[in-house]
């Protein structure tokens, strides 16, 4: 069983953290300006004997690689970052690794795929960054970095880019696949499309494809995906969030009751990849607004980790992700600190030496399931699928409104003038009703209930024989994927998620 902890490049100074963040910024600026909100709250953390590093610096990654060697963490998952038309920030610790050959650090990308925006943007799916940092003017849309997937043009450039690190001798591979995680992987609207590239493009260059695992996924994206991780302990405190729906103070949760949670929880996936935590804090980049785990100790974790190994192998997985191995400024890390010195990298250790301990505990009992109950929760987990996809399309179109963006935009740029709307539920009403009096003809709409709707607009069974029109756009978003599949087979060419509309009309 393999370790491999996430791994933050933010720890050395860009020219854009210092416009937007404040001169000489970098993620030990939160560490060393936190505050302590209780008593008995670890904060502000200091790293060991005072090692403020800088990740451009060889000498840190030498250290860096030697700890992981002695303790037996097997590999970094660096979180890369590329945005619209090929923007980059943070890359340089991971291009300077390429370039130090001699140093032994096995490593994989985690795309961090959302926009970069203040705190106050109306835009969904963003990562703020650091809250306590933020100015008081808004001006704008509030977007730093904003993140666009474009076309066929755009992921080749993404994947040349990505390629000389998959030829790293370094770089993690599952039977000859260099392993890339997502991030938020259910956002991207072409994610089946870019993969399908990908992989291609991945075996031209000499791989048998390429491994992709998927975190923040649901089901209607699972099925491009080779694994899906559940990445903690985000996922457990969203969960436990919703049962303390009336505090007034931060949110406060107990180490032990997370990982227990967390233990407990079952995925009905066969591609679920379990991930565990070192610890969490985030008040020193969210202030009042962020999330403390409290009573988090080297000696719990070893116990837990070890478990989380156990409960992996059972599922046949031959690795867990760890949140984190420098996450300093969300309490997430194994580097020495002065409290608890090499204390949670023994743990990881020890956890190595243990784990098959446990697996007994975490084998799958597939006898006497209750089949019409297994029904019942696929029904129910695709059903909430479903309406989780509509809300954030919703949010997003709300947010267009609010701005006077109008959805003909992407289509008239495309040279799109005339389409048919595939599915007239909430999602197909609303979209008919905004090009009413546009430049874009509604041709006509598709719905397996077509004999029963009277919407304006010719209406076609999905069985039918329906004419041609420069695309169709398909509202149900969930079954994209599958629905896409099946027109291009009766020569049905432009076919586009409203989804990828809405996400990619935005300025």
Known sequence: MKVISMYLPQFHRTKENDEWWGEGFT??????????????????????NCNYYSLLEKSTMIWQADLMKQYGVDGQCFYHYWFKDGRQILEKPAQNLLQWKEIDIPFCFCWANESWARTWSRIGDKNPWANIFEREERNGSGILLEQKYGEEEQWKRHFEYLLPFFKDERYIKIENRPVFLI?????????????????????DGGFAGIYVIGAN??????????AVLYHEPQRTMSIMNYRKPDRADILTLDYNEVWDELLSFCSDSEKAVYGGFVGYDDTPRRGKEGIIIENAEPDKFKIYLAELMAKNAANSKEFVFLNAWNEWGEGMYLEPDEKYGYGYLEAVKYAKEHYSAYVSKYKRDSVGKDETLKREMEFWKAKCAQY??????????????????????????????SIAIYGMGILGKHLLKELEFSEIEVSYAIDRKAEALHMGVKMYSPEDEFPMVDAIVVTATYAFFDIQKQLKKRGYKNIVSLEEVIMESIK
């Open 217 to 226: 996924s649901n089901q209607k994206v699972e099925k491009c995906l080779d």
């Open 388 to 417: 989780e996809s509509y809300w954030k399309i919703l949010d997003t179109w709300l947010y267009l409104k609010e701005e006077n963006i109008l959805l003909k935009k992407y289509l008239l740029k495309r040279n799109i003038n």
């Open 183 to 203: 991030y938020k992987s259910s956002i991207i609207p072409c994610l089946n499309e870019m993969l399908d590239k990908w992989k291609r493009w991945a075996v």
């Open 27 to 48: 993620e030990w600026t939160t560490v060393k300006s936190a505050e302590k909100f209780h008593q008995s709250q670890y904060q502000p953390r200091v790293p060991l």
